[in-house]
């Protein structure tokens, strides 16, 4: 079964700084990656995806994700933090497997916390 | 465009009662799925729901149950409601098939006491 792994329930950064989330997957198949963020009180924003070609995924807001099938990872990262970026991260999986399930298998999320 | 819409914002309901939750889909969008925010669950997948048919559906009881009208709208509904019921209902909604990204919308939580 696929898995998503969020290394750290909260990462604190000080503004300007870099943003790093790290992600990490298990798959049986090449999957279909996604970044969401979501802000207190409101649903899910699609960041980015990662589906074939280009491993290196840009994003809205500034962010953007390497999906690395060596390591299992899809980290995200913003090279200079805003305070604005304040708000929870989740990365997901789509679940190909052998039949399509419409399902996406998300990670715990991580909060980024930016301070100033 | 109009993104995902969901009704109502917020929904109390007691112990024991009927909730009825509702989606709207990006226009052209044909795929509904509904996903259960819960405090220390995470997020997990409800249903899926694809040209007016179930097409999966997560691990939950029976009592979780909805279905897509012909406008591709959905309606999520639950059964004798439980306290641990209480959660943030998303609905999301993509292309027809599985493979797009799932657009969000802003959740109605449920809160049952």
Known sequence: ?116 | EAGVTQSPTHLIKTRGQQATLRCSPISGHTSVYWYQQALGLGLQFLLWYDEGEERNRGNFPPRFSGRQFPNYSSELNVNALELEDSALYLCASSLTGTLYEQYFGPGTRLTVT
């Open chain 1, 1 to 116: 079964a696929q898995s998503v792994t969020q290394l750290g329930s909260h990462v604190s950064v000080s503004e300007g700084a870099l943003v790093l989330l790290r992600c990490n997957y298990s798959s049986s198949v090449p999957p279909y990656l996604f970044w969401y963020v979501q802000y207190p009180n409101q649903g899910l924003q699609l960041l980015l995806k990662y589906t074939t070609g280009a491993t290196l995924v840009k994003g809205i807001n500034g962010f953007e994700a390497e999906f690395k099938k060596s390591e299992t990872s899809f980290h995200l990262t913003k090279p200079s933090a805003h305070m604005s970026d304040a708000a929870e991260y989740f990365c997901a999986v789509s679940d190909k497997g052998s039949s399509n399930t419409g399902k996406l298998i998300f990670g715990q999320g991580t909060t980024l916390q930016v301070k100033p």
